[in-house]
């Protein structure tokens, strides 16, 4: 008999108990990410920009690399003294290692421990995030009425997109409030530090929370796992279930998550120069527009199957992918506008740097006709009065270009990160649900806990990084379309998802295994 509940009494306070910490926990990872392009600046060398970015980038994935460590170890803890206990010690460390970010000196303060530093804390949010998500969707769903489980868990998935669309909108807010000096001085620090008043508030939530009825059964029983890492992974049947949840579900779903969100955002600021606060403004919005459908296809998933809505989301992916990121890049490409010539302006100064040297700085600023505006600022390091030369020759400095753009090409944007967005929630919103049906209670957090973050935490969580890495040399190279390499990653990805879900997944959903 199952020990699901038949009701959704007392549902909407154990939903709003699991998905506040975890999108809190969510606002406390993308935070980093939402700042990749200031944070380059602080962390790292300064003296090459480009590398500077791609080494925030790395630090930041790494956070999502151990995030199957802190499944393994969270998960065991969860599967042996229960969800609920398990899952706020997660929240704890999260906020604490997120504040700390916001508290460590810069390079130029204390050099390389800086970086150092920040990868630390970085690794302990990966650590606490790989614990937080298995807890959260297991105890939603083992308290879920019977046949809606698809619906109700697709509000935790909800959660991730909402700490993103947060985070957006406390760093715009900070940035509204401050100075750009005051805000890349310090300011940028405000939402790092501000999560620490979040994660209280969840903490005194969460602590009030009793714990999920099935596991509270099963514990009273003395059917949980005395070993839940070896159950979970050495037994070759429950093994080929983790192995299918990663390469046919999870895998796919990382990428395209990643792609429609965190890709489509260091896009819009590193590739098309986009101006950071529109960027951040444009992205908010499809995220908020796109959010109701994790719902929507959560619910749907419990009438027509999990599996069909996940492969079509992988399917629209990989077939619009470089059509959608083709549109994107041509409504900010200057280079198919007319400007205005008699509005061209360029100014040139020279001042003293926060080394105490000099610099000759050129700041160039184009308009064109449909409203969009051009500048660029070129910074090149002098010392007696002469331009520094690099290795190759080359002037020292860096170089600034932003692009404001009009109204018209704001909502073009939207669209095009609206459609992303679909895909994002038809992939994530089901496959909650999807993990926690594939295995039995007493090794269910473990279980579901491991595919999931590989899949999203290797494999999506690594695709910033090298599509960026891709884009940047198929641009060196002289590719005219460099700004579509790095999509080969998740497309390519998510196509082996869907070959091998479509040909191994059930298409009805799993309901036997409480």
């Known amino acids: 008999m199952s020990t699901e509940t038949t009701s959704t009494k007392g549902i909407w306070k154990v939903i709003t108990a699991s998905s506040l910490g975890t999108l809190i926990e969510w606002y406390d990872f993308f935070i980093f990410g939402s700042l990749a392009v200031v944070i380059s600046t602080k962390f790292f060398p300064a003296d090459n920009p480009t590398a500077a970015f791609l080494s925030t980038l790395a630090t930041f994935a790494a956070g999502f690399v151990v995030r199957p460590f802190g499944a393994l170890f969270f998960g065991r803890l969860g599967d042996l003294i229960g969800r609920k206990y398990t899952f706020t010690v997660t ?66 998935q909800t959660t991730a997109t909402f700490g993103l669309f947060i985070s957006l909108m406390v760093i715009l807010a900070t940035r509204s409030l401050l100075t750009p000096e005051q805000f890349d001085v310090w300011g940028w620090r405000v939402p790092f530090w501000i999560s620490i008043i979040m994660v209280f508030v969840s903490y005194l939530i969460r602590k009030k929370m009793s714990e999920s009825p099935v596991f509270a059964k099963a514990k009273a029983e ?92 992988m399917l629209c992916a990989i077939l619009l992918y470089r059509p959608i990121y083709k549109s994107m890049y041509q409504t900010t490409d200057v280079s198919l ?111 579901m806990s491991l595919p999931y973050h590989i899949g999203n935490g290797i494999f999506g969580g690594l695709l910033p990084a090298i599509s960026t890495y891709f884009v940047t040399n198929a641009k060196e190279g002289g590719d005219p379309e460099f700004y579509l390499e790095g999509l080969w990653y998740p497309i390519i990805i998510a196509a082996i998802s869907f070959a091998i879900g479509m040909v191994y997944l059930k298409r009805k959903n799993n309901i036997e295994n409480d």
């Open 337 to 447: 506008k007319t400007e205005i010539v008699a509005n061209a302006k360029l100014e040139a100064i020279t001042k003293e740097n926060n080394k105490q040297k000099l610099d000759s700085i050129y700041t160039s600023t184009k308009e064109y006709t449909d409203g969009t505006l051009w500048k660029q600022v070129k910074t090149v390091h002098l010392e007696n009065g002469a331009p520094v030369l690099d290795e190759k020759g080359v002037a020292k400095g860096d170089t600034k270009t932003t692009v404001t753009i009009n109204s018209s090409d704001r909502w073009s944007l939207i669209w095009l990160l609206f459609i992303q967005v679909i895909f994002v929630t038809m992939v994530y919103g089901p496959i909650a649900a999807f993990l926690v049906e594939m295995f039995p209670v007493k090794i269910r957090y473990t279980s």
């Open 91 to 156: 929240l704890l460390l999260m906020g604490g290692a997120t504040f700390l970010i916001g508290c460590v000196p810069s390079y130029e303060t204390i050099g390389f421990f800086a970086p150092l530093l920040v990868l630390i804390l970085r690794l302990l949010q990966g650590l606490a995030l790989g614990g937080e998500y298995g807890g959260a969707a297991t105890y939603v769903a083992e308290h879920a009425p019977k046949g809606e489980r698809g619906y109700w868990t697709s509000w935790i």
């Open 222 to 313: 003395g059917k949980t796992s005395t070993n839940p890492l070896k159950e979970s992974f050495g037994n070759r049947y429950n093994l080929k279930f983790v192995l299918l949840a990663l390469f046919g579900a999870a895998m796919g779903q990382g990428v395209v998550w990643y792609t429609g969100q965190f890709y489509a955002m260091s896009f819009l600021k590193t590739v098309m120069f986009v101006d950071s606060s529109q960027a951040d403004i444009v992205l908010g919005i499809a995220l908020l527009i796109g959010t109701p459908f994790f719902l929507f296809f959560g619910w749907l998933s419990d009438r027509v199957g999990r599996k069909i809505i996940m492969m079509l989301g």
